[in-house]
């Protein structure tokens, strides 16, 4: 079945240790997500590629980076994560080419986070 | 700025006993209102796309319905494993920003 998959679902780092979390899919879509959730929150949008096109929001920390070598792959590299940066990363995609558009994302089953 | 507000944030209901969540929202430029269903620990789970003023949908016991204003998925009898969080979110603008609602937390009681 075509699928978002994250890597790794659970991730324990320490107190400005580098952390990088990784989102794969096999829909073929153009588009590619990342949000923040913390508990009992909506979604956060972080940054998004609209095909190699990289879009940061306004208020996405520095500390913050993404990178999409290719389409199937993206990445969220947290260089120096803080207590507050604990939270539930989640990778999405959607597709808004062709007959076949139809913008809805399609989520991966998200990243836990914690920060000791 | 475009805004989503999602009432009630939490609903409980017996098994059986019909009920709506709401969806508000103020856009320039609706491209697309999206129901998602999360339950706890997972991502969100895609249910409908309503493009248009007027439009329904139907999903099993869920239909999700659209004015100008706001969004209504209603739940028709509804079983213990409909419990779940309810989000809504708006397509906007002209790239794929997609803006999220807090949630209802729907519970069912057996």
């Known amino acids: 079945d075509a699928m978002v998959i994250q890597n790794p679902r659970y991730q324990v780092t320490q107190f400005g240790k580098p952390v990088t979390l990784s989102c794969s899919q096999t829909l073929n879509h153009n588009v590619m997500y990342w949000y923040q959730q913390k508990s009992s929150q909506a979604p956060k949008l972080l940054f998004h590629y609209y095909d190699k096109d990289f879009n940061n929001e306004a208020d996405t920390p520095d500390n913050f980076q993404s990178r999409r070598p290719n389409t199937s792959f993206c990445f969220l590299d947290i260089r120096s994560p803080g207590l507050g940066d604990a939270a539930m990363y989640l990778c999405?995609?959607?597709?808004?080419?062709?007959?076949?558009?139809?913008?809805?994302?399609?989520f991966g089953p998200g990243t836990r986070l914690t920060v000791t | 700025e475009d805004q989503v507000t999602q009432s009630p944030e939490a609903l409980r209901l017996q098994e059986g006993e019909s009920s709506s969540l709401n969806c508000s929202y103020t856009v320039s430029g609706l491209r697309g209102l999206f129901w998602y269903r999360q339950d706890p620990g997972k991502g969100p789970e895609f249910l409908f796309t309503?493009?248009?003023a007027g439009e329904e949908k139907e999903k099993e016991r869920l239909k999700a319905t659209l004015t100008k204003k706001e969004s209504f998925l209603h739940i028709t009898a509804p079983k213990p494993e409909d419990s779940a969080t309810y989000l809504c979110a708006l397509l906007s603008g002209g790239y794929q920003k997609v803006t999220f609602g807090t949630g209802t937390k729907l519970q069912v009681i057996p």
């Open positions: 999405a995609t959607s597709n808004s080419r062709g007959t076949l558009r139809s913008y809805e994302q399609y």
């Open positions: 309503l493009y248009s």
